[in-house]
């Protein structure tokens, strides 16, 4: 069903209790900094008041001001999990709120920077490479909660949902069954350097990893030129589908979104946004856009990026209730 923004108000109106149970507006939240390869962050619900989190080595040269209740201790039974990937040169924590808006409603959330194209890390950024690295780093991030985190007898295992931005979006598809067409992606190529120059000499493109794990997803302004009507055909996991209307960097100027959302199967719900790319981010603060204005400048100039986040963040927890834990608001 497609819809606009202006549809949530109604679901606004009528959001009480999640379903999953009354919490506290706070997260708990657990740093990951042991191991490159899990660099993130694990947010949980946490009774406790919220306050400002020190990165410490995580810190990526600028205060997104994460908030929590750090090393609370996690409480539940049978939680779903949802795991997040950012977008092309992002971090865990890029969508920070929406992170934490789940944890409140009684989910359990983890991201991970992923190693080579990343804030800190640009190493595999223009490389075909990262068609296979992202996906394995959530297939090995999904490992680690499931055998190997020491609260991983809070998850319920059968419940877990994906949320991904631009080509974190595109890692989603990826690992819910679409085949990069790299073929179409070769036929737009101009650059002569990074993945362009790979596949103009003929390099073999790096096979799609997949995870079954993966019950329901939210894909928000996928980088589209990987991903065509025949491909998308393969998904058949559930998921919610945003973008942006005027579009940006890595995605365009919204033609490209749109001419994937036309070619999805079944009925997916759609949601169009009248807004640049970098809306769905967090919601910048006076600090945080004079220090990295290039993603806290909205397009059209004026946009109420908190107020939308409101409602953006209302309907993802809502989805996945619906879809993980057998209910909603």
Not at 74 to 84: D, K, S, Y
Not at 257 to 282: E, N, Q, S, W
Request: proline share 7%; aromatic share 8%; net charge neutral.
């Amino acid at each position: 069903m497609r819809r606009t923004i202006r549809a949530f108000a109604v679901a606004l109106c009528c959001l009480g209790s999640f379903a999953l149970g009354s919490f506290a507006k706070a997260a708990g939240i657990q740093l990951l900094d042991a191991d490159p390869a899990l660099s993130g962050a694990i947010w949980y619900p946490c009774a406790a008041e919220p306050t400002h989190v020190a990165l410490g080595n995580l810190a990526v040269g600028a205060d997104f001001d994460l908030k929590g209740v750090k090393d609370c201790p996690v409480t539940g039974a049978r939680l779903p999990l949802v795991i997040f990937s950012h977008g092309r040169g992002g971090w865990f924590g890029a969508n920070h709120d929406t992170e934490e808006a789940l944890a409140d409603a009684g989910f359990i959330v983890a991201a991970i920077n992923h190693p080579g194209d990343t804030t800190n890390d640009s190493s595999r950024r223009d490389t075909l490479s990262v068609w296979a690295s992202r996906p394995a780093d959530i297939v090995r991030l999904l490992d680690f909660l499931l055998k190997d985190w020491k609260d991983r007898a809070v998850i319920d295992p059968a419940k877990v949902g994906f949320f991904g931005f631009s080509l974190g979006g595109a890692t989603g598809f990826v690992l819910m069954g679409t085949k990069p067409d790299f073929a179409r992606v070769a036929g737009l190529c101009k650059e002569t350097t990074g993945s362009c120059a790979e596949l103009h000499s003929g390099a073999t493109p790096p096979e799609p990893v997949q995870d079954a794990r993966i019950r329901a997803a939210v894909i928000v302004d996928p980088a589209p030129g990987t991903l065509t009507r025949e491909n998308l055909a393969l998904v058949k996991v559930p998921f919610q589908f945003w973008r942006s209307q005027f579009g940006g960097p890595g995605v365009g100027d919204g033609s490209g979104t749109a001419r994937v959302a036309d070619g999805l199967p079944g009925k997916p719900d759609i949601h169009v946004v009248a807004a640049g790319h970098f809306a769905f981010l967090a919601p910048c603060s006076a600090e945080l856009a004079a220090a990295v204005p290039r993603i806290c400048t909205d397009t059209p100039a004026g946009f109420d990026r908190a107020g939308f986040h409101r409602e953006f963040n209302a309907a993802v927890v809502k989805y996945f209730g619906e879809q993980l834990a057998g209910g909603g608001p």
